[in-house]
């Protein structure tokens, strides 16, 4: 059984949701952005996406677009990332792990090496953001047969008609963007989202998360209530930035608030069924 599948499967027998936290591979710069990945299971993260930097993340707003900067500025790179995770496993082999990014890297890496390289670090999906469902078989075949689920984007502008050819061939979870826009913008209604998440839920047995626009405990708690899993990334990216000079110094208690900020999240999703 996948660790995303158990994860789920653990989480519904105890009625909740699952709080998964988003960080950038690499920001500030490698081993902050390591202790900091580290720490989230341990502050409340059922399940972690590590961006995989990129000069040119379309579908992300000022704050992750950033992160991906100082990332790749402070020397990340692909091998790098999955270096992050071979880390990450050495001391976690138990919460699922979710690579998040665009398909530039992954076809320069090689997509082959890369699904093999993935599978060994302990990666447990994918969301390639600009990979159309139609367009993806290069990538989803390989990922499948090394274990890797290919995790499908959902908005609010997939009707009936164009949700059977997001479903078809995902797997591991639904990831619902709950605005239309890029990240860190403004937040769907608790209602619009709840909608969604049932129309989503008649075409598939997948677990649904929900992110884009959460940033509050409570904004999590909302979602939780709804959807099988609630997903902050710009929030805690923020701090990052707020924690990160100009010239890559970093200040001393960035990790500690990284981690009590998302252990504050994690205690809102966990709160969002009671």
Same mark, same amino acid.
């Given at each position: ?8 499967d ?7 949701? $699952? ?8 920001? &500030? ?11 989230l299971?341990?502050?409340?993260? *059922? ?7 990129f /000069?040119?993340?379309? $579908?992300?707003? &000022? ?49 082959? /090496? ?12 994918? !969301?390639?953001?600009?990979?159309? &469902? ?7 075949? &390989? ?15 997939? *009707? *009936? ?5 997001? !479903? ?5 979870f639904?990831?619902y963007?709950?605005? $239309?826009?890029? /990240? ?5 209604t608790? *209602? ?21 626009? !959460? ?36 200040k ?6 990284v ?16």
């Amino acid at each position: 059984m996948s660790r995303l599948k158990a994860c789920f499967d653990a989480l519904r027998a105890e009625n909740r949701a $699952a709080f998964i936290a988003y960080i950038q591979g690499g920001d &500030p710069n490698h081993d902050v952005s390591l202790e900091i990945f580290k720490g989230l299971a341990g502050a409340g993260a *059922d399940i972690i996406e590590l961006g995989m930097p990129f /000069t040119d993340p379309a $579908a992300d707003g &000022p704050a992750i677009d950033k992160a991906a900067q100082r990332a790749l500025k402070a020397g990340a790179t692909m091998k790098r990332t999955l270096q992050m995770v071979r880390d990450f496993r050495a001391g976690n082999n138990t919460t699922p792990l979710v690579l998040m990014g665009y398909f530039n890297p992954v076809y320069a890496y090689g997509i082959d /090496t890369f699904c093999t390289d993935a599978a060994a670090a302990g990666v447990d999906g994918l !969301i390639v953001v600009d990979l159309p &469902p139609e367009e993806d078989e290069e990538l989803r075949l &390989p990922a499948n047969a090394a274990g890797i689920d290919i995790i499908r984007l959902a908005t609010p502008t997939s *009707d *009936d008609k164009r949700l059977p050819a997001i !479903i078809d061939g995902a797997s591991g979870f639904v990831y619902y963007v709950a605005v $239309a826009g890029v /990240t860190g913008g403004k937040s769907a209604t608790a *209602d619009d989202i709840g909608d969604a998440v049932k129309r989503i839920k008649g075409h598939t047995d997948l677990p649904v998360a929900v992110g884009f626009g !959460i940033r509050t405990p409570e904004a999590a708690a909302a979602v939780a209530a709804r959807a099988d899993a609630a997903v902050v990334g710009s929030a805690i990216v923020d701090l990052i930035a707020a924690a990160t000079g100009e010239d890559g110094s970093v200040k001393a208690s960035l990790v500690r608030e990284v981690l009590d900020f998302s252990q504050k999240l994690s205690d809102g999703v966990r709160r969002g069924r009671d």
